[in-house]
């Protein structure tokens, strides 16, 4: 298999840890973290740290700490376009109507979150072509991650470790400059 398929593969499981979590996260990034070590021994860390301090907290702990991260007056927002543009902006929008143009090619756009929620295009990464998704990660998901994990780390959040992990593995795999 091409290593840009398996690293998008890999994208798609850091996707899904930044979803709600469920009884199959911890199995996901468990698997995550032993597949990005191959690519970057500092990224693995950051998910092993984050994996320590879930696994103190039991799921349910976990699940009201997603909460009050991402969803109930949050630290932090997921929605990359924020960070970049702003809560209203034509070009959030703009931004929000490519992005569901390219998922629309392949199916219908189902979901419950926006284009633009930061699992949500991890977990889509297969279906950019590779200039789309060059050009995505460099002028947008970079940018906004840095914006999301600075804004975490003032808070002690434990979620900037696995976004500090997606930038690390999305900077190593497309040879972006942070």
Known sequence: ????????????????????????????LLAAASQV???????SKHLEDFLAKMK???????????VQTFDLMPKCSLYLSVHLFGEESFKRAELMAG??????????????????????ILKR?????????????????????????RLLEKNGNSYACILKAVQILLVRLEKVHV
Not at 7 to 27: A, F, I, M
Request: charged share 25%; proline share 5%; glycine share 6%.
């Open 1 to 28: 298999m091409e290593p840009h398929v398996l690293n998008r593969q890999l994208c798609v499981q850091l996707g899904n840890s930044l979803e709600y979590p469920d009884h199959r996260t911890w199995d996901t």
């Open 37 to 43: 070590g191959s690519i970057s021994g500092e990224a």
């Open 56 to 66: 103190r907290m039991g799921l349910e702990m976990w699940q009201e700490y997603y």
């Open 99 to 120: 992005l569901k143009g390219v998922y629309e090619r392949h199916s219908p756009f189902e979901s419950t979150e926006l284009p633009d929620h930061l699992a949500v």
């Open 125 to 149: 990464s297969t279906l950019f072509g590779e200039e789309e998704w060059s050009d995505l990660v460099s002028m947008c998901m970079v940018p906004a991650i840095s914006k999301m994990t």
